[in-house]
């Protein structure tokens, strides 16, 4: 059974910093796309980051860019996201997606398997 387990949320204050874990199994995770796309209440889904596994290639959202960081561990299934300088309209759950492919796309047809999300919270 193919199963993405998110962890590393919570509250952190504006300009803090969190780092959210993907552990995946279940399927190949050499020749997928793995990341993140996150939905605050009352916002369609948008995608933040995204790694393929086999070449590195990556993707990030324009709102983050600079401040997030996507990096993965192929022996250990495993994509990070590293979130500096948090701002509170980064407030949403954060979900971990993946899907078979070799380029980096916030496309959401191409990842077949998602997370049950995690949230995080900006505020002070």
């Known amino acids: 059974q193919v199963q993405l387990v998110e962890s590393g949320g919570g509250l952190v204050q504006p300009g803090g910093s969190l780092k959210l874990s993907c552990v995946t199994s279940g399927f190949n995770f050499e020749d997928h796309i793995v990341g993140w796309f996150r939905q605050a209440p009352g916002k369609e889904r948008e995608g933040v980051s995204v790694?393929?596994?086999?070449?590195?290639?990556?993707k990030y959202g324009a709102s983050v860019a600079g401040r997030f960081a996507i990096s993965k561990d192929n022996a250990k299934k495993t994509v990070y996201l590293q979130m500096n300088n948090l701002k509170p309209d980064d407030t949403a759950t954060y979900f971990c997606a993946a899907g078979w492919g070799l380029v980096a796309t916030f496309w959401e047809n191409e990842y077949e398997y998602w997370g049950e999300g995690i949230q995080v919270t900006v505020s002070s």
């Open positions: 790694i393929t596994t086999a070449d590195g290639d990556t």
